[in-house]
């Protein structure tokens, strides 16, 4: 056994767990199961702390601390939303060789840009100088038209663990 340094999301923080409660306990929550929405109630009061990071394998790199890959559950949450503008971005190859339709290269994709599409944030030329706000305007449609997280199919198994942390994950970028 040995202590090694890992990243953690704190999923027993308070704010953010009684957020996800009282959506799971809202109307707009449905389990289709009294026995599926019990089993998240209880591992909302259950789950704490959980390694958000890893040293080894393939994903997405920590912004903040580049010595780790997002771990696999973490990251497995929200990269659907990806998906919904990805068609703009990529030219048929997933390895980034050839610029989308839209013609935006992946380095002029700040910060900023993202926001745009992802939270809704005002457009800003400074922060996004190579971009159109029109090009952006149609990935926000697109994120629009096809994200909202109102259906979610998958195997009970993955109540404790993945189904709930897309519950948090979303709850903490998309809080509406």
């Known amino acids: ?9 704190n999923y027993g923080e308070e704010s953010w767990k009684q957020f996800v409660k009282q959506h799971i306990m809202s109307d707009k929550f449905k389990s289709y199961h009294p026995k599926t929405q019990t089993e998240f109630e209880f591992i909302l009061d259950w789950l704490k702390e959980w390694g958000c990071s890893r040293t080894a394998g393939l994903g997405t790199h920590l912004p903040w601390d580049d010595q780790f890959v997002i771990e696999s559950l973490s990251d497995s949450t929200i990269y659907m939303a990806y998906y919904t503008v ?5 030219g048929g190859e997933l390895d980034g060789s050839q610029v989308g339709p839209l013609g935006i290269q992946a380095k002029d994709l700040t910060i900023a840009a993202w926001n745009y599409v992802f939270l809704g944030a005002e457009y800003n030329a400074q922060e996004c100088p ?3 706000e029109e090009k952006l305007r149609k990935m926000r449609n697109e994120f629009e038209f096809w994200y909202p997280m109102d259906l979610r199919v998958s195997g009970k198994d993955l109540i404790r663990n993945h189904l709930t942390m897309s519950l948090y994950n979303h709850a903490a970028i998309w809080n509406d």
């Open 130 to 132: 190579n971009i159109p």
């Open 1 to 9: 056994m040995a202590l090694k340094f890992q990243w953690m999301l």
């Open 86 to 90: 990805a068609h703009f971005l990529q």
